[in-house]
């Protein structure tokens, strides 16, 4: 079974634009990202696919292997459709390039899935870790998600979902991982798909497999890690570094 990492690349980003070339540590985030992504050594290949000369450029220049992207794409699952559309794999995983603290041991449990007993019925499989706090449940910025009993995902929401009308019956928050792993047909197929309203309204883009009936299997992560979403995000991502909490690979 061939299996390649693709980390999705845009330049711009509503709340912290150029985010990716931003420094973290003495390197890029977009490089520590593809480094730590290929320390790994759970990949065929790694690349980086983008629509920024600045960004593919990066890579070049540091070893790596970088995609540009030939059409302008709503989001990252489409992006990596694209490059992947004529390439021998079998399964595709999504490594978020705001991501450059992404576990080897997180990469590992979401391949896990496709050699399990469910796996002749999961499209597509993703993460998520249990969150406590009500600010960072009730904020939209957190994508939550609520799965079966097979952890198979229901919904996902920037709303808190379930909404707790009982305030006494018991309940576990998620908050969704953006790591994937993909069948290479289901990828294509979501390409091919056009966006629904719920999609549409949410800005979540996993919603469009489960509108068009994929299976995405949730897996439950211990590690947190840190997204690079906003300045202060960086200032504590390098601050983490600077503390060795976190290898930098």
């Known amino acids: 079974m061939k299996i390649i990492a693709m980390i999705p690349a845009r330049y711009g980003a509503s709340r912290f634009p150029g985010k990716l070339m931003q420094d973290l540590g003495g390197k890029t985030v977009i490089i520590r990202t593809y480094q730590a992504a290929k320390a790994t050594g759970l990949f065929d290949e790694v690349y980086v696919v983008t629509d920024s000369e600045v960004i593919f450029q990066e890579i070049e220049l540091n070893g790596g292997k970088a995609i540009m992207s030939i059409r302008e794409h709503e989001c990252g699952s489409d992006r990596i459709a694209e490059a992947v559309e004529h390439m021998d794999v079998d399964i595709v995983v999504n490594v978020q390039g705001d991501e450059p603290f992404t576990s080897k041991e997180d990469l590992e449990q979401v391949l896990g899935v496709f050699e399990g007993q469910d796996a002749d019925k999961i499209d597509l499989a993703s993460l998520m870790f249990k969150i406590y706090d009500w ?9 939550k998600v609520i799965v079966d009993k097979e952890n198979f995902a229901l919904y996902f929401s920037r709303s808190p979902v379930p909404y707790p009308r009982d305030k006494n019956a018991p309940m576990q928050y998620y908050k969704h991982k953006g790591i994937y792993a993909f069948r290479k047909q289901a990828i294509l197929d979501f ?16 919603i469009r497999y489960l509108e068009y009936g994929k299976n995405i299997k949730m897996e439950i992560s211990n590690t947190q890690g840190i997204a690079i979403d906003t300045p202060e995000d960086l200032i504590r991502a390098n601050k983490v570094l600077k503390e060795g909490n976190i290898d930098p690979r």
Do not use: G, H, T
């Open 135 to 143: 600010k960072e449940i009730s904020d939209p910025n957190c994508v």
């Open 191 to 206: 390409y091919r798909l056009p966006m629904r309203s719920l999609e549409a309204a949410e800005k979540i883009e996993c």
